[in-house]
């Protein structure tokens, strides 16, 4: 079981790096596109967090701690608007609203930093 549980951190990652890589492309060719890739990662690592979110697979005695990753919940909720309201905005003008583009990057990336860092 404990394989399986890092085998879905695996695919958990992997969402997390489509969604922030496909996002530092569009930074970085100063497009401010919200693209379907971005879309994917989320939905990825959103499922794959879900997964992991309930206590199996973890050595006896393991506590979760279900505050950090209810944060992580909210924060992928609100990417998730933005990646809508950002989809919408891109199909019409080719470009996602500044706030909306810069709010996706830093909040995914706020999100990876509350995985890492909040023990
Ligand atoms: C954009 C959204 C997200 C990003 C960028 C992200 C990023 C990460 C990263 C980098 C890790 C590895 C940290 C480590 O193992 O030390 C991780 C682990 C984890 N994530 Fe996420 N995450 C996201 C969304 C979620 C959501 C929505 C949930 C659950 C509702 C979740 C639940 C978890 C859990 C439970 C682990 C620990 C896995 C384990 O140690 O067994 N994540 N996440």
Redesign the pocket.
């Known amino acids: 079981m404990e394989i399986l ?1 890092h085998a879905v ?1 695996l695919v ?2 992997s969402g ?1 790096a489509i ?1 922030f890589g496909a996002w530092v492309v569009e930074a970085v060719r100063r497009t401010g596109a919200v693209t379907a890739l971005m879309n994917w990662g ?1 939905l990825i ?2 499922v794959a ?2 997964a ?2 309930a206590p199996w697979g ?1 050595p006896e005695g393991v506590e979760f701690n279900y505050a950090k ?1 209810g944060t ?2 909210v ?2 909720l609100i ?1 998730g608007a933005l990646l809508g309201i950002g989809t919408a905005r891109t199909k019409r003008n080719g470009s996602a609203p500044a706030g909306v583009f810069w709010a996706i990057g830093i909040l ?1 990336f706020v ?2 930093a509350i ?2 860092l909040w023990r």
């Open positions: 549980r951190l958990h990652l997390f969604l989320l690592a959103g967090g879900l992991l979110a973890v990753i992580k919940l924060i992928l990417i995914t999100n990876a995985a890492t």
